[in-house]
């Protein structure tokens, strides 16, 4: 677009100027809540600009956790969350690009069968079969464990589906170049399938991330010891009662420390997820 | 170096054979082009000897080793792909080194045959690039290089030049050729353009709907095609031809022109026969000695060096070649005659050519 036309320009601006103020406000507001004192917070108008006891809150959420509410310290609910997004996301890859590569590169019988059956649990997620999942987690003694946190997220239909779809397009003549060089399978699989998959890879982990990072239902109904939380069930248990028995200013920075992972990674592995998502080098 | 020896070879996908029994044998060092029209199964043959393909029945040697239940990478052959088939993420060197890394050449072994290899290929400055940084020339060649470093019993060649533009396929094919003289590998080599065939192979098979029609020397092939397929698919433009029938000692193809038959076919000969003329078999004007007839110019085709007729003879076009410039006019009249002892007649019934 290299025409040049003011008043379009202008509007198109002004849609995006606003369509950015409401994203942000709601963040900058929390981030403003977080450096404040409760009575700061619960006076009338809330002020908007940044208060003095950042420090003060931070270390109270990293260290002790909210007195009112949930005792548990951020910290460890951050740590909880990190292994149970991190083993989501690389167990998912793991064993998705496994399936894949089996699906496409090795005949056995009901090979067909076993593609759409991984397909069809596509339209069953955790929200869906969450009391039979949470009776077996619970006879296989998984309740407050991270086991019982992760392996039920474990496998991914839409990442099976998504990693069979690219080794589709890789061409067969590389398979068979390959066996003429004399690769295995496994082989193969790590010398040319998996660089050749290194950017989807990356663009999976980073929406698996978030994805294992978010989850809310689950967790909540799994764990019951405060020393198992993760941070979202944290912000929860925090919010005890009405309004005044908040502490407003300790839920909003568990709730800027719970943004930050996700973001970090996204705004890390940015260059990787975008080519990802567009690039196919082949 | 090695003799491959196909004997009895069939292969059937499910109930459908798609090679029909099939007896070759490829002499060490030989050149051999399989060429066909595209599904005949020149690359089915191709892949069964690589082992990509199991054999449905018969025996494959290579080497004399019988090869049926043998891996491909324990065959000792190497394969160069039409769509080159380049591992994209490996530079030029670790795509020629991967197969020697796998079957455990020292350091200095893989790189002393990769830079030989580079050497033959002119890849020199390129070894450090990935393979779509280079051209599809260079592409092919890298392919070409990845066969040539694991010095292997036999090349196998499927349509290698197929996705490179014209100029580009001359100069390869030369190349080609120039490796050939250089390694002279056993080299099988498919392709559906005639033109490789006639200059790269030592003998070609010419394959129709899974049978080998013919095997022979390109210029054997050519000067005495066994059958109307074979006839039709060796030569560019391919060979004119007038179906006929039996009149006396001749075959009468319309308009009152009686091809006469050599007296060593007329015993054969049935009802039905075709008669082929290749392009450059006709002599223009009244100076030939056999029979006379008239052509009607549709288009001509001026190349330079000769010229190409399309001219109607009894509701077919007919292609003539002639020599040089001096060309009739399209819409004008022309009077030929057949080069003698160049016609050749075939069987309309069976596609066999009539032998005596």
Known sequence: MVEHRPVRDFVAHLILIVGVIAVAFPLWVTFVASTRTFEEIVSVPMPLTVGSHLQDNYEQVLTAGSERGSKAPVGRMLVNSL?????????????????????VYFRFPLRNFFFWMIFVTLMLPIEVRIIPTFKVASDLGLLDSYAGLILPAIASATATFLFRQFFLTIPDELAEAARIDGAGPMRFFFDVVLPLSKTHIAALFVILFIYGWNQYLWPLLITAQESMYTVVIGIKRMIAGGDASNEWQLIMATAMLALLPPAAVVMLMQKWFVKGLVETEK | MAEIVLQGVTKSFGKTEVIHRTDVTIGDGEFVVMVGPSGCGKSTILRMIAGLETTTDGEIRIGGRR???VEPKDRNIAMVF??????PHMSVYDNMAYGLKIRKFTKDDIDKRVQRAAGILELGPYLRRKPRELSGGQRQR??????????????LFDEPLSNLDAKLRVQMRLEIQKLHRELATTSVY???DQVEAMT??????????????QIGAPLEVYDD???????????????????GRRAGDGVDVGEGLVVPLPPALRATAGEQVTV?????????????EGPRFRLRVDTVEALGADSLLHAGFNGTLLVVRIEGHATPLAGSSLEASILPGKAYFFDTVTGKRLAG
Not at chain 1, 83 to 103: N, V
Not at chain 2, 204 to 209: F, K, Q, S, T, Y
């Open chain 1, 83 to 103: 292994i149970m997004a991190l083993s989501i996301a690389l167990g998912k890859i793991f064993i998705s690009i496994l399936s894949a590569f089996a699906i």
């Open chain 2, 67 to 69: 090869v049926n239940e």
């Open chain 2, 82 to 87: 039409q769509n080159y088939a380049l591992y």
């Open chain 2, 142 to 155: 890298v392919a070409m290089g990845r066969a040539i470093v694991r010095e292997p019993a036999a090349f």
């Open chain 2, 190 to 192: 498919v392709t559906h």
């Open chain 2, 200 to 213: 790269l192979a030592n003998r070609m098979l010419v394959i129709n709907a899974g049978t080998v029609e």
């Open chain 2, 225 to 243: 095609p066994a059958s109307l397929f074979v006839a039709g698919f060796i030569g560019s433009p391919s060979m004119n031809f007038m179906p």
């Open chain 2, 276 to 288: 082929g003329v290749r392009p450059e078999h006709f002599v223009p004007g009244t100076g030939g």
